[in-house]
Antibody, heavy 115, light 112 residues
Framework: EVQLVESGEGLVQPGSSMKLSCVASGFTFSNYGMNWIRQAPKKGLEWIALIYYDSSSKYYADSVKGRFTISRDNSKNTLYLEMNSLRSEDTAMYYC????????WGQGVMVTVSS | DVVMTQTPVSLSVSLGGQVSISCRSSQSLVHNNGNTYLSWYLQKPGQSPQLLIYKVSNRFSGISDRFSGSGSGTDFTLKISRVEPDDLGVYYC?????????FGGGTKLELK
């Protein structure tokens, strides 16, 4: 059974940093690209980053480019999202999602940016 | 960026009924490789989104044949027949042809 479990939820002040993790199981993690997708409260879905299976390419939404970094450790079956210079508008539920079609999603973690 | 426009924003349906949701993209979703990367997702209340349909018309593993996708180019439709209580929630279309990946604004399916 495919499972994606995010962690790193929390409340932080504007301008600070935070790192999310997503541990994968039930599939060969090193064979798939992985994504981070977020959903602000009561809003729709926003894709924010993708990393290729071998980390050779990374893509970002303009809203996070230069502030967020996606990375992965295939030896640990883990996906990461390093978030810097956080803003109030980054407040959202953050999901990791597998592959090009987002065929599996984690349960999500809530990131709240507020003073 | 490819803008995805879903209509309607909300939909009321009777159990056992049929509904259609439209999704239009601002640019063709036909990839250079000939594939069209248009997917449909359902987010049930309090849950993460789940994949229903990929590449326009392919049902994901375990998805009922009551769900069907169609369309081409910039115009796509999701049809749900014999609506069941477990079908209620917000439906999103999403494109995987260009970066950044983008989603429609969502269609909320409610009981009449």
């Amino acid at each position: 059974e495919v499972q994606l479990v995010e962690s790193g939820e929390g409340l932080v002040q504007p301008g600070s940093s935070m790192k999310l993790s997503c541990v994968a199981s039930g599939f060969t993690f090193s064979n798939y690209g992985m994504n981070w997708i977020r959903q602000a409260p009561k809003k729709g879905l926003e894709w924010i980053a993708l990393i290729y299976y071998d980390s050779s390419s990374k893509y970002y939404a303009d809203s996070v480019k230069g502030r967020f970094t996606i990375s992965r450790d295939n030896s640990k079956n883990t996906l990461y999202l390093e978030m810097n210079s956080l803003r109030s508008e980054d407040t959202a539920m953050y999901y990791c999602a597998k592959g090009g079609t987002f065929d599996y999603w984690g349960q999500g973690v809530m990131v709240t940016v507020s003073s | 960026d490819v803008v995805m426009t879903q209509t309607p924003v909300s939909l009321s349906v009777s159990l056992g009924g049929q509904v259609s949701i439209s999704c239009r993209s601002s640019q063709s979703l036909v990839h250079n490789n000939g594939n069209t990367y248009l997917s449909w997702y359902l987010q049930k209340p309090g849950q993460s989104p789940q994949l229903l349909i990929y590449k326009v018309s392919n049902r994901f593993s375990g998805i009922s044949d009551r769900f069907s996708g169609s369309g081409s180019g910039t115009d796509f439709t999701l049809k749900i027949s014999r609506v069941e209580p477990d079908d209620l929630g917000v439906y999103y279309c999403g494109q995987g042809t260009q970066y950044p990946r983008t989603f429609g604004g969502g269609t909320k399916l409610e009981l009449k």
